[in-house]
């Protein structure tokens, strides 16, 4: 079985990911290391495009549960010598890992490489599509927040267009009962997702607050925004802030651009802010993950 989508998964699947992540995150709280259920199994890490999340919090993943990791430098390898994409997946199959956690900048390039390999494969990110790891998540850190996922109104701001984020979340957040608004500048939403031209609507009584970064290394066009107009005009501020339920509560799958999509007083802020908690986890839910692909339990 390989976790390349939302798609990957049944119900049942989220399910279990979802119960095992949070019982992973309290027995990583209460200060427990893990177990050794993956002891002498081996993941490979193919990080093509930068990472500091995901990356660490695979690796940490799987050597809680007694795995090894293995990371390929991209920047060294022979990619830089023109191996194509499917000969470095042959030969990375060669190996035989256990299990296989891609970042790409293509999309697609995760399913092109499971078509190759016989162990799992993970996708940590493929360019614009999708990034399925992120989404469970944060599903799980709203869950735990909220005590629910069902009927809550979660606003997904910013960059929807070039956001492999977003587009896992759509599915598996409306997959899961909530109801699910996207909105951002007209040029960065979407063609295929219905999606609110204004942020200040989208975030009208939501309960979630989810700000993304602009993908500026992925724009076909420069914004040309001014210093400061993108904050003004789609960020979270205070302000637009004021418009979300008294309860909401902010979340951003990082890197942050301070200043751009969000306001450090909402970032930092201790009570309405759940960044931390969605690294935190991060860890929990890719080990409920590898264990799911790797053990199949
Ligand atoms: N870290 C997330 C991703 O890789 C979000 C971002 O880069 O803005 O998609």
Redesign the pocket.
Known sequence: MDLTSIDSLSDDQVETILDEGERWAVSLRDGDGGDDRLRGRVVFNLFY?N?T??LMSFATAAQRLGAGVVRLPVEQSSVKKGETLEDTASTLGAMRPDALVI?HRENGAADRVAAIVRCPVINA?DGTNE?PT?ALLDALTIRSHFGRIEGLAVAICGDIRH???AHSNAKLLARLGANVRLAGPPELLPDGLPALDSVDEAMEGADVVMM??V?RERLERELGDQPGEYLRSFGLTAERFARAAPHAMVMH???MNRGVEIEDSLADDPKRALIMRQVEYGVAVRMACLDLLISGS
């Open positions: 495009e990472s999340r995901t970042r990110g990034h992120q956001s492999r984020v993304l970064r993908q799958p990082g890197p």
